[in-house]
């Protein structure tokens, strides 16, 4: 069997895992598993993280390497560090960071308590979003003097996000 | 405030009364925040991370509750002062060894302590005495609103607060209690106590956190995962088993004086003897003895007024302490051992010997009050 990773050396070093029940096996050549730091014990955790991070996946697609346009950070330093580089590696790894995050955590949405602010933005962006529905209803409907109404008010509140 | 202030005073968790604060030594609350699209501390260079400092610094010092309060760069601060902020849990462990580009900020009540760029760009956290989570929540949380109006915070509208490490994303919340449980360890029941906590999602630790021993027989419960639980319910989770270990601590004490009351008389006059006699005594053995004999405190074995002074060696025995107290440059261990003897013997003498009278007569008065 040849190494997941360079498709050149024989595997030497299989590793399996059990996440959310499902297994997933790596097959690794010694000099790969050194180098993702797989055979230190220490490192493991790191192996965890980026297999987690969807590298298997990355490495059978051979794609290039995702770097953060914010800050530059590649998965080979979450690899090196477990931690992230800025807050927009969040989204820029977010396929990845969703199966990780599964396995950490309870759930995959906050439900705790958000900056002020923001909780009035998102409950106006929440608002338009019910009203955009019950617009197209109504103009479905052929009510336009409704569909008027709703669209004025749509309109106040994006000119209050805008503020 | 300068560190000779801070010094003066042990600091409210440790000398103030609070609910189960026999058992339940001290609660703490951390929120991780960061700064939106700057990197994190560990990812910024040098001179990004003292811009986010610079950012950071003025509004933290503009807290309520830090008015009159103690700030200062890590760089200004000595290795020996940044280990007493370790040893008295204002300032983590990770913090401590970081230098230039990272600050330290603790409110004059040493309540509130802020860790400017430790992993996260802001980690504050509120630390009061006994079972106090939800009232420590409210400390950090009025400091957090504060700040939140001033700082473009990172936050994700599915994700929440956005940390360096994605085992704290979400509330960024680590709500934690130090408990001490020498009952279950001399009923050597802390093991299932450990595991079973575990099982249920939150993590113990050692005395100083992550990765350590727990010394003293003092252990931290934790909440293991900050993501799809609000902060209530995160807290009143940690509550709840709080509430049962303390029933559990309570209960093996009580099977301890009725049925092995002798073994526990000889722990805690073999504990009394040592600390009133040693000519040098290593750290790790003071803290178990000390542990030991604040057990016979709450059992009145020793009087009442015995606890501070116990509580206090707890703290006034570590290295950096010990250190502090001294004109000389470096002690070495040896020196240190018989200085901490020293200290503890002159503190001990003033404890009268074991009662035993309390515990037979416990035993005669209580007999059916047997633990579940």
Not at chain 1, 47 to 73: N, S
Not at chain 2, 57 to 79: C, F, H, K, R, W
Not at chain 2, 127 to 149: C, H, S
Request: contains cysteine.
């Amino acid at each position: 069997m040849l190494c997941d990773v360079c498709q050149k050396n024989e595997a030497t070093v299989y590793l399996t895992q059990i996440v959310e029940g499902k297994m997933q096996k790596v097959n690794l050549c010694e000099s790969c598993a050194k180098d993702k730091g797989v055979s230190d014990p220490t490192g493991f955790a790191m192996a965890d993280l980026l297999l987690g991070l969807g590298a298997t996946e990355q490495i059978e697609h051979g794609q290039p390497a995702q770097k953060c346009a914010v800050c530059g950070f590649t998965q080979v330093d979450f690899k090196k560090t477990g931690r992230l580089g800025c807050s927009a590696c969040y989204d820029t790894f977010a396929d990845g960071l969703t199966s990780l995050l599964k396995g950490m955590h309870k759930g995959l949405k906050h439900s705790g308590k958000m900056p002020e602010k923001l909780s009035q933005h998102f409950a106006i962006t929440d608002r338009i979003k019910v009203l955009a529905g019950e617009l197209k209803k109504v103009v479905k409907e052929e009510k336009y003097e409704e569909a008027a109404q709703i669209r004025d008010a749509m309109q106040k509140l994006e000119t209050k996000l805008q503020k | 405030m300068n560190f000779d202030d801070i010094m003066a005073q042990p600091g409210q968790w440790l000398q103030g009364d609070g609910p189960h604060d026999k058992i339940v030594v001290s609660s703490r609350i951390r929120f991780a925040r960061n700064l939106r699209e700057r990197p994190f501390p560990g990812w910024a260079k040098k001179a990004e991370r003292l811009k986010i400092l610079s950012e950071v610094q003025n509004e933290v010092a503009a807290i309520p509750a830090m008015a009159d309060g103690y700030s200062a760069p890590l760089q200004d601060l000595t290795a020996l002062q940044k280990q007493i902020f370790v040893e008295r849990h204002l300032v983590s462990r990770e913090h401590a060894s970081k230098g230039a580009g990272s600050a330290v900020a603790i409110s004059p009540d040493q309540q509130l302590s802020i860790m400017m760029n430790e992993e996260d760009h802001l980690r504050m956290q509120s630390l009061l005495p006994g079972l106090q989570l939800r009232e420590a929540y409210k400390i950090n949380n009025a400091a957090d609103i504060f700040l939140e109006d001033r700082l473009p915070y990172a936050f994700h509208p599915e994700l929440g607060y956005l940390t360096a490490c994605p085992t704290n994303v979400g509330t960024g919340m680590r709500a934690s209690a130090m408990v001490h449980l020498p009952g279950l360890v001399l009923a050597e029941q802390i093991n299932q106590i450990v595991n079973s906590v575990g099982k249920i999602g939150l993590a113990v630790r050692g005395l100083y956190g992550e990765g350590t021993e727990a010394l003293g027989n003092l252990f931290q419960v934790s909440n293991q995962t900050t993501l799809g639980e609000t902060e209530e319910e995160i807290i009143n989770r940690l509550v709840k088993v709080i509430e049962q270990v303390i029933e559990h601590e309570q209960n093996s004490r009580q099977v301890l004086l009725e049925r092995r009351a002798n073994m526990l008389l000889d722990q805690i006059g073999r504990a009394y003897g040592v600390l009133r006699h040693a000519r040098a005594i290593a750290s790790k053995e003071a803290l178990n003895h000390l542990s030991v004999m604040k057990l016979g405190a709450d059992l009145d074995i020793f009087p009442e007024k015995a606890q501070l002074p116990l509580d206090e060696l707890f703290i006034t025995t570590q290295p950096a302490h010990l250190q502090l107290g001294v004109k000389k440059e470096k002690l070495n261990p040896e020196e240190r051992d018989t200085l901490r003897a020293d200290l503890v013997r002159a503190k001990i003498r003033k404890i009268p010997q074991p009662n035993i009278a309390k515990v037979t007569s416990a035993k005669k008065s209580n007999p059916k009050k047997k633990a579940k």
